[in-house]
């Protein structure tokens, strides 16, 4: 008789009947913080460990280095964006396209979009005005941080529905559980070439004629550092296009059926808008948009937490469980609205931190940008949605367990109150 081994802890977190609860997975998982799977990658999931790796300069981004696995020229011939590269070319392009997005040479990039994000915010919400029954997905939470990336890019909005095809693709490339991983890489490198066509276009047009937004800034650049190239800035404006809304969407989603598991804390959240300041992070620790970090290699062997990561295996790094690692964070699986608040709770909570923004060379890029719309989305919805309430609990997730998240989040309500004058 033939028996087969049980699937391993980190399997059983990609297989999608746990998705809509890992938590209890990760706690297995970090039982071995650095763990060795079957096909020679090694699975990182205690906070120390992530946060050491993160900071780790023989850890690679980049999978045209010599070591990696799927090392070789990208089939699309569009070269890797910031976020998949390592220093110095790396720190090259993020500083380039930094200069326009925050910081000091644009510090009021994002401040400055607060009137546009309330605009956006209330709109939606008076559309949903008159219904029973709401989709936050798909009425709110996926039309807001779409239409945002699109005006701060200069994106038109009515292109969505074509980029939206290739952004899956895209997405789909990171979920290391669907279908024939030749057959995802076929289909990535056919979108990345797709949108990088239709980029090049609105590039081209934004150069001729420039106006108030990124693409326009990027395209005429004449910083100390030069101008990024036309290939490089491709491969910056679709990462800034498909990461500027696809996490945001899972953020607000969870954010969402977050607070109606937590009754208590969307009352406070209606009577004191502020408090959204700091629930946010408390989110992005309890229930963030982005559970693991795959497609990362290691440049030589590496010792960590009594285990060797060998030279050219892959890495991955499991944020979501790192952020609930009990040796790191204060009751754990609890979602503490406060406790992120240092005007309650002092330096002593500092320690507290979360990984849900990533870490190190990599931390996000859009991290501002993502708060921003999360706490406006999430305060506003707490106070005009009256009496909302769960129609399923859980509600359907998508499949991608690297960017987890409510498919749909379906919403009873009694009514919608009114926007101030």
Known sequence: MVTTAPPSVFAQILDYANRADPYPLYAELRKTPVARQDDGSYVVSTYQEIVDLLHDPRISSDARDAGAADAGEDPSGVPPAFIRTDPPE?????????????PPHTPGRVDGMVPDLRRLVTGLIDGLAGQPEVDIVDQFAYPFPVTVICELLGVPREDEPRFQVWAQALVDALDPGTGDPAERERKRAAATTEMGLYLAGLVEAHRRSPGPDLLSALATDDGPEGRLTDIELLAAATLLLVAGHETTVNLITNGVLTLLRHPEVLERLRRDPDLAIHLVEELLRYEPPVHFLPNRH??????????????????????????????????????????????????????????????????????????????IALAELARRLVNPRLVVDPPPYRTNPVLRGPRHLHVAIDDITPAPD
Do not use: K, M
Request: charged fraction near 30%; include cysteine; proline fraction near 5%.
């Open 298 to 375: 290691a440049l030589d062997d590496i010792e960590i937490a009594g285990t060797t990561i060998r030279g050219g295996a892959e890495v991955v790094l499991v944020l979501a469980a790192g952020s609930r690692d009990p040796e790191h964070v204060h009751d754990p699986d609890r979602f503490d609205p406060d406790r992120f608040n240092p005007d309650r709770f002092g330096l002593a909570r500092d320690r507290d931190q979360h990984l849900g923004f990533g870490g190190g060379i990599h931390y996000c890029f859009g991290a501002p940008l993502a708060r921003l719309e999360t706490q």
């Open 90 to 102: 790396h720190d090259r392009l993020r500083r380039i396209v930094n200069r326009h997005f925050g």
